[in-house]
């Protein structure tokens, strides 16, 4: 059981995150990358470093967090969202590829940093791994009790298939343009995406034909009083 108190702990601490992914990403976008401590954006967001490193293990990791901002629980609360009528697949890789071609400001900058420092790039591919277990969950809310296992496998295969396709949005171009090693994205995001993530479909479909309890599981759920 939750209580106030702990409730309370809780937003001190999301607050606490959130000041310091957003700290890190300006002092990023204003001296560039290479040039921010750990120090720096511990006192930016008003900190101690020992408090810093209790939510971050690099100043990479909370700049990329700055700019995905959650994007793995967001993402399985849209593929809950959808309607029962929806197939799974579809929720899925919407779900994704909305929540991951949604870069407004300081997100679009912040996409175009990491485009263009190798560190930040790795440590974004990286963190495609943290969707896995929410997924997993809502998967498994779709297929029933006995679709467990299935919804494991479905994530994980989710979380490369998103890897791959970031991969190759920000693959070195064959020639990097006039000596700079910048990186060019391959296409439209949204594109890559599906492209990527297409290949599950199938996958996708034969758990929902393997476990048709689901269908009515959300009608179940709303006939409670």
Known sequence: MTTGHDGLRERKKQATREALRGA?????LEHG???????DIAAAAGVSPRTYNNYFSSREQAIVAAVTAERETSVAAAVAAQPAGVRLAEAVIESIVDRYTDAGEPTRDGVLLITTHPGLRETFLAGTSVIEHPLAEVIAARLGASGGPTARVLAASVAAALRVGLERWLQPPAVPSAG???VTPAGPLADVLRTALAPLEPAFDAAERSHPVSESAPAAANSRP
């Open 180 to 182: 700079t090693g910048l």
């Open 24 to 28: 890190a990403l300006r002092l990023a």
């Open 33 to 39: 990358s290479g040039n921010v401590r750990v120090e």
